[in-house]
């Protein structure tokens, strides 16, 4: 049986709750654009999002640990897809719009400069008195702008409502900048279940890249309310953790988390009384979240990774060279245009030629950002 948009439509209207965004009503795209036979709105978006060159570009680009510490650790790629698949888990048993949530989780970090939050930091000092640099307003300007992949547009001509979760993407680290999409509505349920399912899975799976590299031991550990509920359920006391054990007991912790998620929404859903997206927007607060002993418990693990992980010494280090490599490569292509790539040329009439450079580097990988350090830099490489 052939099931057409519309039908994929009807189907979706039923399987959705009241307040679920239907891909029917979406506000639609930037330009005319004749909509595919046989996928949603929402669908297409992120079947274009995937295709894009910014989201092939993520397997090179930092999560904690840059590229060349190992093949095991999360990239921005993998971590992509883990909050991606957080996030339609959280959707589907809440009733919002799986496919909605999924292009918002898939587009997120598309905008990420190599080197993870170091290098967003050096490109926003960088940037200072040129209109700063943040990710999350670099990710509009890739789907708006940036990528070049249709003769008729320029970007994606992705639909209203992606636009707007990708831009009211809030977390601890990323604030939202929502001006030109109705700042006085708060995120759809579907934009904030992007934004916990994105803490959620850095935060859990940055514990397994701490325990899988050593930064951090069990041991460690010891008293971290979360990690004590884990190994007594599975009677864990060694000293040494082995692969398996690892794996299932971080597993465990994300099921925790998730299941804890979906019912302390619920329940604040239900409170609501919400009966369509609009009323979800004009609520006062989020109604997605943790319960208050899991929002203690997660507070106290992120407490934990920040202290130990993210200020480890080997993990300051990387930093500390990002930032000095992000740094050479900009002030050399400023003192000198000319050793710029001849595509990047072209924008430095229409965006300017610190924009142009910021551009050009944020999109680069860990692996090509340290190749032309090396190509400028290092007397003996080849340019």
Same mark, same amino acid.
């Given at each position: &049986?052939?099931?057409?948009?519309?039908?994929?439509?009807?189907?979706?209207?039923?399987? /959705?709750?009241?307040?679920? %965004? @239907?891909?029917?009503?979406?506000?639609?795209?930037?330009?005319?654009?004749?909509?595919?036979?046989? +996928?949603?709105?929402?669908?297409?978006?992120?079947?274009?999002?995937?295709?894009?060159?910014?989201?092939?570009?993520?397997?090179?680009?930092?999560? %904690?640990?840059?590229?060349?510490?190992?093949?095991?650790?999360?990239?921005?790629?993998?971590?992509? /897809?883990?909050? *991606?698949? %957080?996030? +339609?888990?959280?959707?589907?048993?809440?009733?919002?719009?799986?496919?909605?949530?999924?292009?918002?989780?898939?587009?997120?970090?598309?905008?990420?400069?190599?080197?993870?939050?170091?290098?967003?930091? !050096?490109?926003?000092?960088?940037?200072?008195?040129?209109?700063?640099?943040?990710?999350?307003?670099?990710?509009? #300007?890739?789907?708006?702008?940036?990528?070049?992949?249709?003769?008729?547009?320029?970007?994606?001509?992705?639909?209203?409502?992606?636009?707007?979760? &990708?831009?009211?993407?809030?977390?601890?680290?990323?604030?939202?900048?929502?001006?030109?999409?109705?700042?006085?509505? +708060?995120?759809? /349920?579907?934009?904030?279940?992007?934004?916990?399912?994105?803490?959620?899975?850095?935060? !859990?799976?940055?514990?397994?890249?701490?325990?899988?590299?050593?930064?951090?031991?069990?041991?460690?550990?010891?008293?971290?309310?979360?990690?004590?509920?884990?190994?007594?359920?599975?009677?864990?006391?060694? !000293?040494?953790?082995?692969?398996?054990?690892?794996?299932?007991?971080? @597993?465990? /912790?994300?099921?925790?988390?998730?299941?804890?998620?979906?019912?302390?929404?619920?329940?604040?859903?239900?409170?609501?009384? *919400?009966?369509?997206?609009?009323?979800?927007?004009?609520?006062?607060?989020?109604?997605?979240?943790?319960?208050?002993?899991?929002?203690?418990?997660?507070?106290?693990?992120?407490?934990?990774?920040?202290?130990?992980?993210?200020?480890?010494? #080997?993990?300051?280090?990387? *930093? %500390?060279?990002?930032?000095?490599?992000?740094?050479?490569?900009?002030?050399?292509?400023?003192?000198?245009?000319?050793?710029?790539?001849?595509?990047?040329h072209k924008s430095i009439d229409k965006r300017g030629l610190e924009r142009t450079i910021c551009d050009?580097?944020?999109?680069?990988t860990d692996r090509f950002a340290i190749e032309e350090h090396q190509k400028l830099f290092d007397p003996?490489?080849?340019?």
């Open positions: &049986m052939y099931f057409d948009r519309q039908k994929l439509e009807e189907l979706e209207d039923k399987a /959705l709750a009241p307040y679920g %965004v @239907r891909s029917k009503d979406t506000k639609g795209r930037a330009y005319l654009d004749d909509e595919p036979d046989y +996928r949603t709105a929402f669908q297409r978006d992120r079947d274009r999002i995937i295709h894009t060159t910014a989201f092939r570009r993520l397997e090179y680009k930092t999560q %904690v640990f840059i590229n060349n510490e190992g093949d095991y650790f999360r990239t921005r790629l993998t971590h992509t /897809l883990e909050v *991606a698949q %957080v996030g +339609r888990t959280i959707a589907r048993a809440l009733g919002a719009n799986e496919d909605l949530v999924e292009a918002i989780c898939l587009a997120h970090d598309l905008g990420h400069s190599p080197f993870g939050h170091s290098g967003e930091v !050096t490109l926003a000092r960088l940037m200072k008195d040129y209109g700063g640099f943040d990710h999350n307003k670099q990710s509009l #300007r890739i789907v708006t702008e940036l990528e070049e992949r249709y003769p008729e547009f320029p970007g994606l001509n992705l639909t209203w409502e992606v636009r707007e979760g &990708m831009v009211k993407h809030e977390s601890e680290y990323d604030i939202s900048d929502a001006r030109d999409y109705d700042p006085s509505l +708060r995120g759809n /349920l579907e934009t904030q279940i992007t934004n916990v399912a994105d803490e959620l899975a850095y935060s !859990t799976h940055d514990l397994d890249d701490g325990l899988r590299s050593g930064l951090i031991s069990p041991s460690m550990l010891s008293g971290i309310a979360l990690w004590e509920i884990l190994c007594e359920t599975f009677n864990w006391h060694g !000293t040494n953790l082995e692969d398996l054990e690892r794996h299932r007991m971080i @597993r465990h /912790l994300i099921g925790l988390v998730v299941t804890d998620m979906i019912e302390a929404t619920d329940q604040r859903l239900k409170e609501s009384a *919400a009966k369509s997206p609009l009323e979800i927007q004009k609520l006062k607060t989020n109604v997605i979240g943790f319960s208050e002993d899991m929002q203690r418990r997660n507070r106290e693990l992120k407490d934990f990774l920040y202290k130990n992980m993210y200020n480890h010494y #080997r993990v300051v280090r990387m *930093a %500390v060279k990002a930032e000095r490599v992000i740094n050479d490569l900009f002030n050399a292509y400023k003192s000198e245009p000319a050793m710029l790539p001849e595509t990047a050009y580097i944020a999109g680069m003996l490489e080849k340019p």
